[in-house]
């Protein structure tokens, strides 16, 4: 430090050893969520505007953990997911006889446990998607054909035509061209007053066909959904040959959105479904 007088000697030595401690804080102390969010913020990274936003952005973007307590309470909200009574009114006890398919959403094990009316399964799985599963199938997909009133039964003919020959492995032989693919092509085939399966979903272009998805032939059954956007070999597979519960074919058919007489036209990916797809995925912690 030749040439340097004392006093800017010691100057230069605090400076440096000010950023040398300024380094090894940095590197000891955990970022927060919200420094994070600050720095963010600064740096033009957020943009809020209203609720999906900040869904995306505050919650789901950072992977905050959801509280149950957050999840109780939609469960006991009216209107939580879209216009409709609250989960609870229609599921609050594993009991069958006072509640709907014996599923209790009043309470964490009681959501973790799924319905106990035979047969007795879970709604999802802890720490996996859950779009796929019974409960987020139930907030997120229309029945099919669009607009299906809830009170229509899924027990007629032509459902379990369908149901039989996806359990055959859904072959395309003499039964499937005279019997199953004429139903997605006729009016009312699954409900009064509908049109036809085949009116929104009659080639794997879209437009003009919802989803890319072609009901009017084998193949295109087959191929399923979304094969130009994805490509042929990552297309949604509709069809499962042998398992008709877990083709998504049959499930649009039978399977009612909730809340019960929920329009077709509200959010299927309402913030607050999105928080409870997300606690799932975080493993639907109890605490």
């Not at 973790?112 to 047969?119: H, K």
Request: proline share 8%; net charge neutral.
């Amino acid at each position: 430090m030749q040439g340097l007088n004392k006093p800017y000697w010691l100057l230069l030595a605090c400076g440096l050893m000010a950023l040398s401690l300024n380094k090894a804080w940095a590197e000891k102390v955990p970022e927060t969520v919200n420094s994070q969010w600050v720095q963010d913020l600064r740096d033009g990274k957020i943009k809020l505007e209203g609720d999906h936003a900040a869904v995306d952005t505050l919650i789901l973007g950072r992977n905050i953990p959801i509280p149950y307590d957050y999840i109780a309470t939609l469960m006991r909200t009216p209107n939580a997911f879209g216009q409709g009574p609250a989960c609870i009114v229609c599921h609050s006890s594993a009991n069958p006889e006072h509640s709907y398919r014996g599923l209790d959403l009043s309470s964490c094990e009681g959501i973790r446990t799924g319905s106990q009316e035979s047969p007795a399964r879970p709604i999802f799985q802890p720490g996996e998607k859950g779009a796929k599963h019974i409960l987020g199938r139930r907030m997120r997909n229309n029945r099919m054909p669009l607009g299906v009133h809830f009170s229509v039964g899924g027990n007629e003919q032509s459902f379990a035509t369908v149901r039989k020959w996806i359990e055959r492995g859904a072959p395309n032989d003499k039964d499937f061209k005279n019997n199953v693919l004429p139903l997605f092509a006729r009016d009312g085939a699954f409900a009064p007053d509908t049109p036809a399966c085949t009116s929104c979903h009659m080639s794997n272009q879209e437009p003009p066909s919802f989803h890319e998805l072609d009901l009017s032939s084998h193949s295109g059954i087959m191929l399923g959904a979304d094969s130009v956007a994805k490509g042929v070999n990552n297309a949604t597979k509709v069809v499962i040959p042998g398992k008709p519960d877990q083709s998504s074919l049959f499930q649009h058919l039978v399977e009612d959105r909730m809340p019960p007489g929920i329009s077709p036209t509200e959010d299927r990916d309402h913030p607050n479904t999105r928080i409870l797809l997300r606690w799932i995925e975080q493993g639907a912690r109890c605490n």
